[in-house]
């Protein structure tokens, strides 16, 4: 099973709703986030620019770092699902595994002193039909989700449909192997494997270009 | 049910004394309870499901809410709905915070300190309307009717026409909404005149043809004009928008400012804000020169091959040139001049199908007749056109030529075999001086290329009616002529000018005739901007003259319904200057704002969306319930008040409103909504509507009924086709009518006219605006505004999540531009103006001219956070409406001000005290357990 995101950049518009359900549905403090969707661009120069929006979260590695580094056995992986999960009663607060996770979607919460990532909506994997709040909110249709082991899967099939050359991945500098797929064409943007972007308008910014 | 001996509006006889805003949310023992509505309690996770429909901004998104244990938990799109497909917006997601956000207003209050204080008392809602309705009835007694006004706009209230109609009710002309001519009503006015059908606002439910769903839609090309949908509908248009370039239809984004739609564009044209007018020409001249045009179409349903009087400026009738001319045609059907290219002669133009007309138009032709020379429409406006060559448009608008030709080829299909494309505008020409000319342009561009009640293109007609079987007319004076109907005012297009004399001498059916007039030529503003009348509505920065002047009388009681004033008006300074000259002012909100702060005696609390049950916008074909999912404190819906209080008023003056029969139309008890409600969605009762909300949830037109096509070419009742809703049954790309509008205020002011004014342009002219950046040393950066997707109007500046993602106001600057002010990425910057500063952090893109800066306008409720040693009103901080220009030159037709393209100048600074940009700041405005576990209530009145 691999139970991912598969996001049409193409589509995205970057209005950050999917931000909103994921922190009404997870129930998320004030300054903490699962995922965020910072602005890659504009590149270029005005006005011969372009744009596009990198909603990024846990991407369900094939090899995770957060669950190689957890000393405690807290970070694992789901078998029956596939998805990367935190044990609450087994993570101690240390953040070994930030360091892990080569892409910073992991944020320890001062609260409960407990690290805390998308979960894909974990809590409804149980549901008939298991969407993540991201997804079933996405104002543009862009999120997918679905098993990418499974041809016959809403996302295995956006992504034949899209063809490899409008498919794109996060870079991956550490071999943590990401699951998650991103479409984008050249129509809308050129893709950038290391967005300057991510790091003016990153995931650490607390605002967006829209 | 729980039972009370209490009485609906007397229980709270105690007045408590509150000294911050923040704890006027906090609730009283003894509100009427009431249990939960009954719902479906979803099995897998033990929420109740209740359908209903965001109301977090115009569009209204069908919605599902889910509670648990009476408190609303979780919120999402319906599935079901054609064109939001499930989506709902971050606007929409925020309605679980506002809800129960500790700054709601749940019961009646009263100022009870000075104006600015913050100071309020909470009183009974007896005791709230007996001081409102004591307060009009001294006024008029003292000073006439004319001393009442009303106003609405700003978001999250909904009472466009209570504002409207209240005024009419007490005898006095004046009402105004800072939306209106800023916002929508040129667009939508125009498109009246000028063809009597739809217009092209992608947003306000306008256009709809082009976001049809399935195998149907035939859209190709869409230029985006001025707007940006997947930011301001978010979940509708933009979603819609968005399966659109999914499909492949290409699109071309005009638009200062990258937004999301510019991003995506095949085209997108970053006009220097405030010119569009001079693009628009260029557009013309291109497609006249390289005959672009749809030339069939122009001939035959256009006014373009008309011969226009020199003096007059009005097209010629037949009857004029050619006395001896007998028409072929019914009694009644309008007949023009054309030069016949058949027998290059000018002759008699009849109305009749293009077919059957024995005449071969010119479209563009100059010569004489009679010893005197005329040109057809077609031909000044070629000659309006005519300097626009896509160089000089490029150099002007601060455009490139290449990328003005690729957006003008690709809406012409120049370069394929396709067949249709459709203008979408958006409400950024209504800020500007241009508000009419833009509109009225780009209507024309579709007119001219075909582009007419065609699929897949947005000016096309739908909903019930769009078929016609009698001859088509426009009504002026309200919306499907309700005023008309009601008071025997403003003519019919389309009827004879026998036709609606027979009409409007009808004492006995017209009793107020006289007085609703009357009524209209005293609005204030009206005799310069007569558009206005449209919606009824008065010229703002005449009503700000009036108040600070007594001239030509004075505006002394304010019945304001909705939003943050002083975050909505242009020149926000201005109006904060005269609040000392009005003597008393009712507000209404679900929270309190600057402008309740800074100016209201009495507040009335509103119902929040998740509260208030109303059916709004459409969706296509299907309509949906806008439901009371929830209701807590003393909360009522938004017409209410109004009503209440006139009904006090009318009883202290003896029984008789000095004003028109029946005025206000709105609900006076929650009862009443509903059934409103529940007959709109035929359901035979509100309590049948909420049983079984599924079988009457989409109401749902038959889509043969819904959408029609060619609708001008269907034969009526007088055996010729049905053409347009106008005097001439042709488009009138010439826009004839505002012509007659200008010298006797026809179609509105009638039948006694108003004064005459300068004529209005019957075609799109160019208009540098007033404050230009070309040669301003001193202001040398020219502004525009636009949205954002995590706010609606001035709303939810109290929603947590949108302030923590977007927490403050900020300017758009080209890093060129940032670089030589000394300015860095997100650096606090003064911004000043010639009427005020504010101040915002700097957002360097490259997504904008280094000539140009671009600001969401803003305003801070945290400035009066009880947590702040030294409170202000929080609207001078951050507010783009303390720069904007509420001074002439206006809009000729609407009296539009200049809330876009003015010239501002950029210096570093640092954060205003107050403002909050920490996530962790927002925490006061998250919902507590002290409003979440508010008892439900029952309804007030």
């Not at chain 2, 506002?98 to 000075?114: D, F, Q």
Request: charged share 20%; aromatic share 10%; net charge negative.
């Amino acid at each position: 099973m691999k139970n991912c995101l598969v996001t049409d950049l193409d589509r995205c518009s970057g209005c950050d709703s999917c931000v909103a359900a994921c922190k009404f549905e997870n129930d998320i403090d004030l300054g903490m986030y699962y995922r965020r969707v910072p602005a890659v661009g504009p590149t270029g120069t005005f006005p011969n620019i372009e744009m596009y929006w990198l909603p990024f979260q846990c991407q369900q590695c094939a090899n995770p770092g957060c669950i190689e580094v957890c000393p405690t056995g807290a970070s694992y992986r789901d078998e029956a699902t596939g998805v990367v999960l935190i044990d609450e009663e087994k993570c101690i607060g240390c953040e070994t595994c930030l360091t892990g996770c080569p892409y910073q979607v992991r944020t320890l919460n001062p609260t409960t002193n407990i690290v805390e990532k998308c979960t894909l909506c974990f809590q409804r994997s149980g549901d008939e039909n298991w969407v993540p709040a991201c997804v079933r909110t996405c104002c543009t249709g862009a999120i997918l989700f679905g098993d990418l082991d499974d041809p016959e899967s809403t996302v295995s099939k956006a992504v034949a449909a899209a063809g490899a050359a409008n498919c794109h991945q996060i870079a991956d500098a550490n071999g943590v192997l990401p699951s998650s797929i991103y479409i984008l064409s050249e129509k809308t943007a050129k893709w950038q494997d290391d967005p300057e972007g991510l790091v003016r308008y990153g995931v650490t910014r607390q605002t967006t270009q829209v | 049910m729980v039972h009370t001996e209490v009485t609906r509006r007397s229980f709270i006889q105690a007045s408590v004394l509150l000294g911050a805003a923040t704890a006027v949310g906090a609730s009283l023992s003894g509100c009427m309870k009431e249990e939960a509505a009954v719902a479906t309690v979803d099995s897998s996770d033990g929420l109740v499901k209740i359908k209903t429909a965001c109301h977090g901004c115009i569009q209204v998104c069908p919605a599902i809410a889910y509670l648990k244990d009476g408190v609303v938990v979780r919120l999402e799109g319906d599935l079901d709905a054609p064109v939001s497909r499930g989506s709902l917006c971050i606007k929409g997601l925020n309605q679980i915070h506002t809800m129960y956000s500790p700054r709601r207003v749940l019961h009646p209050l009263k100022r009870a300190g000075e104006r600015g204080e913050n100071k309020w008392e909470v009183i009974s809602w007896d005791d709230a309307i007996e001081e409102a309705a004591s307060h009009i009835v001294d006024a008029i007694e003292k000073y006439g009717p004319y001393s009442f006004f009303s106003s609405v706009g700003g978001g999250g209230a909904y009472s466009f026409i209570e504002a409207m109609t209240l005024p009419m009710a007490m005898g006095s002309p004046t009402v105004f909404e800072p939306g209106c001519a800023q916002c929508y009503l040129p667009r939508w006015s125009m498109s009246k005149l000028f063809y009597g059908g739809n217009d092209q606002s992608i947003a306000d439910n306008a256009v709809q043809e082009i976001f049809r769903v399935g195998d149907d839609n035939k859209a190709e090309v869409v230029i985006v004009w001025g707007a940006q949908p997947s930011v301001s509908e978010t979940a509708e248009s933009g979603r819609g928008m968005a399966e659109l370039r999914a499909a492949g239809v290409k699109t071309v984004v005009v638009d200062p400012n990258f937004s999301p739609d510019a991003a995506k564009a095949d085209v997108w044209l970053p006009v220097r804000p405030g010119t569009d007018t001079g693009l628009i020409l260029s557009w013309y001249r291109y497609i006249i020169e390289n005959k672009l045009y749809n030339e069939q179409f122009t001939k035959y349903w256009t006014n373009m091959p008309f011969l226009i009087d020199p003096d007059t400026k009005l097209p010629v009738l037949a009857s004029e040139l050619f006395p001896a001319f007998k028409q072929t045609t019914p009694e009644n059907t309008p007949a023009y001049i054309c030069y016949d290219i058949k027998t290059n002669a000018v002759a008699p133009f009849e109305y009749s199908a293009p077919e059957d007309s024995a005449v071969d138009p010119e479209i563009f032709w100059t010569g004489d007749f009679n010893g005197k020379t005329y040109k057809t429409a077609g031909q000044i406006y070629k000659e309006q056109a005519e300097p626009w060559t896509l160089e000089y448009t490029a150099e002007n608008c601060w455009l490139e030529a290449d990328k003005i030709e690729a957006a003008i080829r690709l809406y012409t299909h120049a370069d394929d075999d396709g067949t249709v494309a459709g203008i979408a505008n958006g409400v950024a020409s209504d800020m500007t001086e241009s508000a009419s000319q833009v509109p009225l342009g780009l209507m024309g561009l579709d007119s001219i290329m075909g582009y007419i009640n065609t699929p897949g293109c947005t000016m096309t007609q739908y909903g019930p009616g769009n078929q016609p079987t009698k001859r088509p007319v426009t009504y002026h004076n309200g919306f499907g002529g309700m005023f008309s109907d009601m008071y025997g005012i403003g003519a019919v297009i389309g009827m004879s000018d026998a036709e609606n004399e027979a009409r409007i001498n009808n004492a006995e059916a017209f009793p107020q005739q006289k007085l609703a007039n009357q009524l209209l030529v005293d609005r204030l503003g009206m005799k310069d901007h007569k558009g206005l009348y449209a919606w009824c509505h008065s010229h703002i920065p005449t009503v700000r003259e009036a108040i600070a002047t007594g001239e030509p009388f004075k505006p002394r009681v304010w019945f304001d319904m909705s939003g943050n004033k002083l975050a909505m008006l242009g020149n926000a300074k201005s109006w904060y200057d005269v609040f000392p000259e009005v003597d008393y002012v009712i507000g209404q909100y679900p929270m309190l704002t600057s402008f309740h702060v800074e100016a209201a005696d009495l507040v009335f609390p509103l119902r929040e969306w998740l509260e208030e049950p109303m059916v709004n916008m459409c969706q296509l074909n299907t309509q949906w319930l806008q439901n009371e999912t929830v209701h807590i404190g003393e909360t009522v819906s938004h017409g209410i008040p109004c009503v209440q209080v006139t009904k006090k008023v009318a009883e202290k003056l003896g029984g008789t409103l000095p004003g028109l029969v029946p005025g206000l139309l709105g609900s006076a008890t929650e009862a009443e909504v509903k059934a409103s409600v529940a007959a709109t969605l035929q359901a035979p009762s509100w309590e049948e509507l909420i049983a079984d909300t599924d079988k009457y949830v989409p109401l749902v037109t038959p889509e043969d009924v819904y959408f029609g096509y060619h609708q001008q070419e269907t034969v009526v009742d007088d055996g010729l086709p049905a053409g347009f809703a106008t005097e001439s049954r042709k488009i009138e790309v010439y826009c004839q009518i505002l012509l007659k509008l200008a010298r006797t205020g026809y179609p509105f002011c009638y039948p006694t006219p108003q004064e005459a004014c300068e004529d209005y342009s019957p075609i799109c002219e160019y208009i540098e605006p007033a404050e230009s950046p070309v040669g301003d040393t001193e202001y040398p950066f020219v502004l525009t505004s636009g949205r954002v997707p995590y706010f609606h109007h001035g709303t939810m500046r109290h929603a947590p999540f949108s302030r923590e993602l977007f927490p403050t106001a900020e300017i758009r600057i080209n890093p060129a531009s940032a670089q030589e002010l000394g300015v860095s990425h997100m650096d606090w910057v003064k911004v000043t103006s010639r009427r005020g500063e504010v101040h915002a952090r700097a957002y360097l893109t490259e997504g904008v001219n280094p000539h140009t800066v671009w600001m969401e306008r803003f305003w801070n409720p945290e400035c009066f956070d009880a947590s702040q040693t030294n409170p202000t009103a929080g609207w001078r901080e951050c507010n783009v409406n303390v720069l904007t220009k509420n001074s002439a030159p206006f809009n000729e037709v609407y009296g539009s001000y200049t809330n876009r393209g003015f010239t501002v100048k950029i210096e570093k600074s640092t954060k205003p005290a107050n403002i909050w940009v920490e996530p962790e700041e927002f925490a006061p405005f998250l919902p507590t357990e002290e409003m979440k576990a508010e008892a439900q209530t029952k309804d007030v009145f």
